[in-house]
């Protein structure tokens, strides 16, 4: 059984620790265990649960309510929920549920039963992308297994591959970026989401992968002159120095943008200056999108 930090919690649920803590004062449905130093951790039932309350809560159901139900109830209620926004949430929280499970199977199922109703693109957009954005701080913690994070990983690797090879867009834009992650920096699946949606637009993009040497980031910019260079950080290995990272790609590219987002660019707090830029957020990123 894994444990989560209340913090976890509310990065998952969207619901502050403060509320959190008066939930548990006042309620029964969240009984978290303690540590010999008396801090809170959850398990994954107690994950699976605050996801549901929290989702009700959301729409429109009293904590006192929701408190009163059974699990068959609670739901019962859920399913029932016909808001699209609900619909969307629902599933990303069955996707957590099934990854904290190690039910991958299930995990699969609910992809596949969305992209079947609704196409990639919208799956990618609405389900997956979301889904990641909540995990994607647990890799930044290392509060999830490796264990969980790849077979979750690999699943979302293949309908990501699928859906960029099934791009037949008729729209061209006249740009180019290319794409890489630094070395030491393996979790791939943003950088695939951006090249999906660079390549959906129209844009002609120049795909490395992760890990790359930046000598060899280096070498294809002189051959290949994107107008955009875009990097995106979630994790990175123990000797990466974000500050030397930044300085020589600010050295090697003078003149040419440099995109970075990420879970990292939101712990670095010094000034940056062109030709770097933070994308601190998935909002920024589709700006960013949306002006090329």
Known sequence: MHSFTIKDLENLSGIKAHTIRIWEQRYSFLKPNRTDTNIRFYSN??????????????FGFKISH??????????????????????????????????????????????????????IEKTISQIIFPFLEKIGILWLTNHINPGQEHLVTNIIRQKLIVGIESIRTTVKINKSVLLFLPETEYHELSLLFMNYML??????????????????VEYLVKL??????YTHLTTVGQRFNFDKFITNLSSSFPKTPVIISGQLTNTYEKKI????????????VMEFLAGL
């Open 45 to 58: 039932d107690e994950l699976k649960k605050l996801l549901n309350v929290a989702l009700l809560n959301k």
């Open 66 to 119: 929701i408190d009163k139900m059974n699990p068959a109830e609670i739901n019962d209620k859920i399913l029932s929920l016909n808001q699209l926004e609900a619909l969307h949430e629902r599933i990303v929280n069955t996707l957590i549920q099934n990854m904290v499970d190690l039910d991958m199977e299930a995990f699969e199922d609910e992809l596949d039963a969305f992209i079947a109703a609704k196409g």
């Open 199 to 216: 390549k959906n637009k129209g844009v002609t993009t120049i795909y490395l992968g992760c890990s790359i040497p930046l000598k060899d």
């Open 224 to 229: 290949k002159k994107p107008d955009y260079i």
């Open 273 to 284: 200056l062109p030709p770097i830029n933070f994308k601190k957020s998935y909002a920024e």
